[in-house]
């Protein structure tokens, strides 16, 4: 019943899935000094303690700072997260595995299977994969930009209520751009 598997996973079914899944990828890399930090969601109401010594290689940091995890992290892996989107703002290599909004190619890696996953961990860890500079700057532009409403409704300010009051009426170029954007195919 999470969000994140239901809403947004078309092949991770489970987080026991996540796990085997990340820990499998890692043991095709046969690279004995590789290990996996996971961290169990801070609002998820109970531990997957079955998991916690499950694989020799996986860690659980669910005391750490999550910012912190992802500074010293070599690679990412998120179905589809705000972590996700952090690593990108901290332009670390991230994998997603789900349907993410952050899911561009050159952006991240996407593996929508176990053979793409372990492909796009080889990738970063072996080969070493970045994202595209170019297109990580224009994207977090574009989220700043134009996606996103100015200041927190909580401290709205100047910018805001404008902001605010044109993405519900649908006048901001966000609104324009997707009222006006064409199939893929070209047809109308």
Not at 21 to 36: E, G, K, Y
Not at 134 to 143: C, D, E, G, I, S
Not at 148 to 158: G, L, M, N, R, T
Request: a negative charge; one cysteine or more.
């Amino acid at each position: 019943d999470d969000t994140q598997i239901v809403c947004h996973s078309p092949w991770i079914e489970s987080m026991e899935m996540l796990f085997d899944c990340v820990m499998q990828a890692v043991d095709a890399l046969t690279d004995p000094d590789l290990h996996v930090v996971f961290k169990e969601h801070p609002s998820w109401p109970g531990h997957f303690d079955e998991l916690y010594s499950r694989h020799d290689r996986a860690l659980f940091a669910n005391g750490n700072s999550t910012p912190e995890l992802i500074e010293k992290c070599t690679a990412l892996v998120t179905i589809n997260s705000t972590v996700g989107l952090e690593g990108v703002l901290l332009d670390k290599p991230v994998i997603v595995l789900g349907k993410a909004c952050y899911a561009i190619p050159d952006l991240v890696q996407v593996a929508t299977g176990q053979r793409e996953l372990t492909i796009s961990l080889k990738a970063v860890i072996r080969d070493g994969w970045l994202p595209d500079g170019a297109l990580r700057t224009a994207y977090l532009r574009f989220l700043n930009e134009v996606y996103c409403i100015p200041e927190k409704w909580s401290e709205a300010a100047d910018r805001h209520f404008p902001a605010a009051a044109g993405r519900i009426l649908g006048t901001d170029t966000y609104s324009h751009a997707i009222a006006n954007r064409q199939p893929a195919d070209g047809s109308a």
